[in-house]
């Protein structure tokens, strides 16, 4: 029987949809986290895979703004994607792909944006790897920050409710000038980030809110939890920090002089850290903060001259494109040309040729032309197409996102 694939309609069919993908979370059916979620995703966006009259497979959106170099635009934030066991490999993902490209560009979201669990999934439905994520591990003993980095501002541990009220103007400012951050509601606030219910916890301790002041303004903050863990008479407890945020480099140096000076834990980890973040170059022996890099935000452009028009520009110079190919949207291929900010189809010369897929990777800034082009992913089609591309697209610091959606 063929898969038919439509969004869910009503909590119970939401709640049967979110167990596919529940199945590899080895979570249970919830209804009361069920219907937490869907104030953050909302049925609409939920598409379900039916065979028969049993739901399979899930793939879902979160509404959300996404910072894009000079701007934010909006974008469908890809997320519980899952097609069950028994039906593996018979084209269910596909089929909701297509399903939720089509209901994504209805809905006028020039761009989607995924974390891949696996990185040899998406490529084929056009979304590129568009920024990295680095991960810390750092042994606390080795950790200092340079002695000659002058100590400011003060720490303060919070409630959930003044935690609720102080953090999300910091990250809101923050927010508005980091390519890869995410727009949060305060259901996003409440729901998600600020909550502490034992399911989130795995096996780590209670969430810590920590608040930055600078002058009595609240200027940085970080949540994490503690996981205690002794062996031989000593203990070898980790930090885990969630979210690590300054809304200055003061205030991000004095985030982390915070975190990394916690007693009595061995290590400090950290997943989400962008690739550049100064402190490989605050702390006095980076080989020891064990930094890793793995990819971070993919992002697919839907509507190529929406996704073009919303995204700011280093320079006001001029740059064609050629989209080659797209194997969604065939209006996406031809030829684009980006002029002191403004985008047109155009029957100019290209400077570089690429897919959709590789626009993608190029969108917030994280990979430039000339190193898409070193790993063959764009083609340069006129002398000097690169540096033109580059020059136009260039970006400051590496787009990161906070958050893993
Ligand atoms: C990933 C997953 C959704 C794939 O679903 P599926 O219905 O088996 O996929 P399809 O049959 O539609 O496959 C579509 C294409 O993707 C490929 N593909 C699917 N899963 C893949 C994987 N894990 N790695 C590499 N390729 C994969 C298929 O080979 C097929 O390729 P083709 O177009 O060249 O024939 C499913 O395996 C799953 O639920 N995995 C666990 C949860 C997960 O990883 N979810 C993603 C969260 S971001």
Same mark, same amino acid.
């Given at each position: 029987?063929?898969?038919?694939?439509?969004?869910?309609?009503?909590?119970?069919?939401?709640?049967?949809?979110?167990?596919?993908?529940?199945?590899?979370?080895?979570?249970?059916?919830?209804?009361?986290?069920?219907?937490?979620?869907?104030?953050?995703?909302?049925?609409?966006?939920?598409?379900?895979?039916?065979?028969?009259?049993?739901?399979?497979?899930?793939?879902?959106?979160?509404?959300?703004?996404?910072?894009?170099?000079?701007?934010?635009?909006?974008?469908?934030?890809?997320?519980?994607?899952?097609?069950?066991?028994?039906?593996?490999?018979?084209?269910?993902?596909?089929?909701?792909?297509?399903?939720?490209?089509?209901?994504?560009?209805?809905?006028?979201?020039?761009?989607?944006?995924?974390?891949?669990?696996?990185?040899?999934?998406?490529? %084929?439905?056009?979304?590129?790897?568009?920024?990295?994520?680095?991960?810390?591990?750092?042994?606390?003993?080795?950790?200092?920050?340079?002695?000659?980095?002058?100590?400011?501002?003060?720490?303060?541990?919070?409630?959930?409710?003044?935690?609720?009220?102080?953090?999300?103007?910091?990250?809101?400012?923050?927010?508005?000038?980091?390519?890869?951050? &995410?727009?949060?509601?305060?259901?996003?606030?409440?729901?998600?980030?600020?909550?502490?219910?034992?399911?989130?916890?795995?096996?780590?301790?209670?969430?810590?809110?920590?608040?930055?002041?600078?002058?009595?303004?609240?200027?940085?903050?970080?949540?994490?939890?503690?996981?205690?863990?002794?062996?031989?008479?000593?203990? %070898?407890?980790?930090?885990?920090?969630?979210?690590?945020?300054?809304?200055?480099?003061?205030?991000?140096?004095?985030? $982390?002089?915070?975190?990394?000076?916690?007693? $009595?834990?061995?290590?400090?980890?950290?997943?989400?850290?962008?690739?550049?973040?100064?402190?490989?170059?605050? &702390?006095?022996?980076?080989?020891?903060?064990?930094?890793?890099?793995?990819?971070?935000?993919?992002?697919?452009?839907?509507?190529?001259?929406?996704?073009?028009?919303?995204?700011?520009?280093?320079?006001?110079?001029?740059?064609?494109?050629?989209?080659?190919?797209?194997?969604?949207?065939?209006?996406?291929?031809?030829?684009?040309?980006?002029?002191?900010?403004?985008?047109?189809?155009?029957?100019?010369?290209?400077?570089?040729?690429?897919?959709?897929?590789?626009?993608?990777?190029?969108?917030?800034?994280?990979?430039?032309?000339?190193?898409?082009?070193?790993?063959?992913?764009?083609?340069?089609?006129?002398?000097?197409?690169?540096?033109?591309?580059?020059?136009?697209?260039?970006?400051?610091?590496?787009?990161?996102?906070?958050?893993?959606?």
């Amino acid at each position: 029987m063929a898969v038919r694939v439509r969004p869910t309609r009503d909590l119970e069919e939401y709640l049967d949809t979110l167990e596919a993908i529940n199945h590899y979370f080895g979570s249970e059916r919830d209804p009361e986290r069920g219907e937490r979620f869907s104030r953050l995703l909302p049925f609409e966006r939920l598409h379900a895979a039916f065979d028969g009259k049993a739901i399979v497979g899930s793939a879902g959106v979160l509404p959300f703004d996404l910072t894009v170099p000079g701007g934010e635009v909006p974008c469908a934030g890809v997320t519980v994607v899952g097609v069950l066991p028994t039906h593996r490999r018979r084209g269910i993902l596909k089929a909701m792909m297509r399903e939720q490209l089509t209901d994504v560009r209805e809905r006028s979201e020039p761009i989607a944006a995924l974390w891949a669990s696996e990185e040899t999934i998406y490529g %084929r439905f056009g979304y590129g790897l568009a920024s990295l994520d680095a991960m810390m591990r750092a042994t606390r003993v080795h950790a200092a920050l340079r002695p000659d980095l002058p100590q400011e501002g003060t720490v303060r541990l919070v409630s959930r409710e003044e935690a609720l009220r102080v953090i999300p103007r910091v990250y809101e400012r923050v927010r508005r000038r980091t390519p890869g951050f &995410v727009s949060r509601s305060a259901d996003w606030w409440e729901v998600r980030t600020l909550n502490d219910e034992p399911s989130r916890r795995h096996g780590a301790g209670v969430l810590n809110r920590a608040v930055l002041e600078l002058d009595g303004r609240p200027a940085g903050y970080a949540l994490y939890r503690i996981r205690l863990d002794f062996e031989d008479a000593t203990n %070898r407890s980790k930090v885990h920090v969630l979210e690590a945020v300054g809304d200055s480099a003061v205030a991000t140096r004095e985030v $982390w002089r915070f975190l990394l000076g916690i007693d $009595w834990v061995e290590e400090i980890h950290c997943d989400l850290l962008p690739v550049d973040h100064p402190l490989l170059l605050l &702390v006095q022996r980076p080989n020891r903060l064990a930094w890793k890099v793995f990819d971070g935000l993919w992002v697919r452009p839907v509507d190529v001259a929406a996704a073009l028009q919303a995204r700011g520009y280093a320079s006001d110079g001029r740059v064609t494109l050629e989209v080659t190919a797209d194997p969604h949207f065939s209006d996406n291929v031809g030829t684009w040309t980006v002029d002191g900010g403004a985008v047109r189809r155009s029957s100019r010369r290209p400077d570089v040729r690429l897919d959709v897929q590789a626009l993608g990777a190029a969108y917030l800034g994280g990979f430039s032309f000339a190193r898409l082009a070193a790993a063959g992913r764009v083609e340069e089609a006129a002398r000097g197409g690169l540096a033109r591309a580059d020059a136009l697209f260039r970006v400051d610091a590496a787009p990161y996102c906070p958050e893993i959606f």
